[in-house]
């Protein structure tokens, strides 16, 4: 068998810097533990605009398209705010994430005990917390036609239509099962079945698919009623899928739970390729913090986690992306912090890569 192959594509800002560690991770899994995997790298966003005048050129789409992972730093940056829209660096994201069609928005919300009470709920709600959110990202109220500002007697109207075909409710659910069957085995479907007709279609559709893992639980909750749970009690949610709309909202209120934007990882999923894998986009949530960029204020830690979520669920390495996961925690518990995840605390930061060679010292 041919090693399994990844993209590398650092970007702009910070991203080139989280990702220096996060190659070093992947050396060390090659090394160590005899994963080794076929790496190749390019340019994406404004360096690739700085480069080739285009921020993600074919070749690189090429390339996306035929790895089985693609790991992604960050895009953009004040130097290319004024650019033309269709050359900017966030263009080459969203062309990847089109043409590669990812429909399936990971975003987990961990909660690593050390940071517990960095969090705005108390500690015994978030500590321990482990949930993943799958947010439907390709169709939806963002996409459905009719939309628009349109006028209507002496005023103007603006249009946004929900639309759900069972074929898209379908394919978001089955990549929802095949996670819960890697996970504890439990998903919670959201929507709004009682004011929504896509909601009453979505249900439907997801109990369904249900019927092929008779393993998963599987619950229905309203995405209001949802909201307020994951607040309330976190911890009883494992799975969740829901659409593009609540996905947003709910993927963001879970992911705070848990503390800074330089912590969280995300997966972006297609459909599988003939290998069985997904297509697979993996990146932080943090964009490319110009602000920060070029001083060691970084932290690599969601960049790095991302690529535990590839070892997860591209490689079939649950096993090794736990090893990292607790590597991380092992740093987090011994104190080391980067500046975002300081707060008040009267703490001496360290710096990307010290918090990289922690990391690789704890693994
Ligand atoms: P984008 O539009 O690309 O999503 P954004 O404007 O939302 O970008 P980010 O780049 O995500 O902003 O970051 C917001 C702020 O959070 C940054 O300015 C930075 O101070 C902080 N931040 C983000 N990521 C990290 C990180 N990995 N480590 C430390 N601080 C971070
Ligand atoms: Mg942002």
Redesign the pocket.
Known sequence: MPNPSLLILPGDG?GPE?MTEVRRVVSWFGDKRGLNFDVSEDLVGGAAYDAHGTPLTDATMDKAQAVDAVLLG?V?GTKYDNLDFSVKPERGLLRLRKEMDLFANLRPAQCFDALADFSSLKRDVVAGLDIMIVRELTSGIYFGEPRGIIEEGNERVGINTQRYSESEIERVARSAFELAMKRDKKLCSMEKANVMESGVLWREVVTRVGADYPEVELSHMYADAGAMQLTRWPKQFDVIVTDNLFGDMLSDLAAMLTGS??MLPSASLGLPMANGRPKALYE?V????P??AGQG???PI?CILSFAMALRYSFDQGEEAARLERAVEAVLAQGLR???LLGEENRAPVTTSEMGDAILAAL
């Open positions: 910070i989280v960050a953009g934007l330089g932080p943090h964009g490319s913090a602000d920060i204020k970084a932290n969601a980067t500046p975002d």
